[in-house]
């Protein structure tokens, strides 16, 4: 069966500081890959997806960038870190990108910035 | 005037209660609605997605979609405090990427 992993789960970072989040799925081949951002009462925002390695579309310009370097490894990454970057991060997998695929999502990891 | 909205709650029943939550959406060319639940602190699992108008019924749930009105329902009968949860509903657009409601928070009270 399918699993899919995030870590950390929660983090505590500065303003300014570097950030790297992962996430990996065992179970699968050529998943597609999406990154989402949850900020406190609000809905999921979908920040990056990927359809294979190396390649990555970003929904939403900012900070934050995503990288793909294997099939099943998805890295959200930023270099300075924002106030505004707090939220709830989510990690999030398909088989394909057709509706009747469901995304699967992972724990979460939960970033603070101060 | 975002895509898809949903009432914040918290949305308290008591147990046993039957329960409705609800969406609107702006874009009629959507044709996929689907409900996730998210327990707090996890990541949001899927109940339940639908095509076009009409129902769908999985056990104590049913969801509904209203296209003439772009409404989105999902009905839970004989509430459970397990039910407690924050219910997101999604549209899929033309480019098969997921767009959210904000979320409706629910608790059941035993």
């Known amino acids: 069966s399918q699993t899919i992993h995030q870590w950390p789960a929660t983090l505590v970072q500065p303003v300014g500081s570097p950030l790297s989040l992962e996430c990996t799925v065992e179970g699968t081949s050529n998943p597609n890959l999406y990154w989402y951002r949850q900020a406190a009462g609000r809905g999921l925002q979908l920040l990056f997806y990927?359809?294979?390695?190396?390649?990555i579309s970003s929904e939403v310009p900012q900070n934050l960038s995503a990288s793909r370097p294997q099939d099943r490894q998805f890295i959200l990454s930023s270099k300075k870190l924002l106030l505004s970057d707090s939220g709830f991060y989510l990690c999030a997998w398909s088989a394909t990108a057709a509706v009747t695929d469901t995304q699967y999502f992972g724990p979460g990891t939960r970033l603070t910035v101060l | 005037q975002k895509e898809v909205e949903q009432d914040p709650g918290p949305l308290s029943v008591p147990e046993g209660a039957i329960v409705s939550l609800n969406c609107t959406y702006s874009n009629s060319a959507f044709q996929y609605f689907m409900w996730y639940r998210q327990y707090s602190r996890k990541g949001p699992e899927l109940l339940m997605y639908?095509?076009?108008?009409g129902n769908k019924e999985d056990g104590r749930f049913t969801a509904q979609v209203d296209k003439s009105s772009k409404y989105i329902s999902l009905f839970i009968r004989d509430s459970q405090p397990s039910d407690s949860a924050t219910y997101l509903c999604?549209?899929?657009?033309?480019?098969?990427?997921?767009?959210f409601g904000g979320g409706t928070r629910l608790m059941v009270k035993p």
């Open positions: 990927s359809v294979g390695i190396g390649q």
């Open positions: 639908t095509y076009s108008s």
């Open positions: 999604a549209t899929m657009n033309a480019g098969n990427m997921l767009t």
